[in-house]
Structures are given as structure tokens and as C-alpha cells.
């Protein structure tokens, strides 16, 4: 791709870019509030006095609407909203200590009681 050298004739000045710049963002706002981006990159063009055509500014407004839907496609607009967050019912009590946790073991099993075993016992499988 072969750029534009700085000091050729047909190079846009800073100034240009600036404008352009504000042309641009103008008819990105406009397109991000749901306005008419032509309308408003035409009024930006008409008051910074830049030098673009009409054909040129539809052209934009059309690729930025392009942009600005699929943008919102990726970040799930058009996708139905979820549900609300619901509030506990009022005057509900929380639940008390223990209440969801096993019973004990009836009083006739008694747990094992724990018997001493050496490393011997672990690493050469003696009971």
C-alpha cells in the first residue's frame, strides 16, 4: 500500500484530518442515539466548511449504521432481557442453625473408636 507523502499536493493538511475527524464523530453520535448520521456528518461538513460531497457523506452514514447494528448484535442488544432479580418475601424468618443438616446417628450405633497404627502398619498393610 503506497501512502501519501506530507508534502504532496493532494495530501489532506491536519487541519483536513481534524475536520474530518469531527464530520466522523458526529455521525457516529448521531447514529449511536438514533439519529440520522447523513443529516448530522452534512450539518458538521457545513459548519467546519470541509470539502466532502454528499455521495461521499451517504456513502459513511450507510457503512457507520452498518457498524453500529452489528455492534450492538455482538453485545446482545436485540436479545431479550433476563429475568428480574427477585426480592426475598418480607417478614420471613432465615432459616435456623442446623435446620437443613443431617439428624445424629441413633444412640444404639456408636461411632468406632479410633485404634493407634504405626507407619508399619500403613506402608506394609498390617491390621
Known sequence: MVMAEPNAPN????????????????GA?????????????KEERD?????????D????????????????ENRGAFEPPP?????P???QAPPAPGAGEETPPP???QPQVPQKR???????GLS
Open 11 to 26: 495530501a489532506p493538511t491536519s487541519e483536513d484530518q481534524a475536520k474530518a475527524a469531527q464530520v466522523a464523530q458526529a
Open 29 to 41: 453520535g448521531a447514529a449511536a442515539s438514533g439519529g440520522d448520521p447523513a443529516q448530522a456528518m
Open 47 to 55: 459548519r467546519v466548511k470541509l470539502e466532502m460531497s454528499d455521495e
Open 57 to 72: 457523506i451517504e456513502r459513511v452514514a450507510a457503512r457507520l449504521n452498518e457498524l453500529n447494528i452489528a455492534e450492538f
Open 83 to 87: 429475568d428480574r432479580v427477585q426480592a
Open 89 to 91: 418475601p418480607p417478614n
Open 107 to 109: 444412640a444404639d450405633e
Open 118 to 124: 504405626t507407619a508399619a502398619h500403613r506402608f506394609l
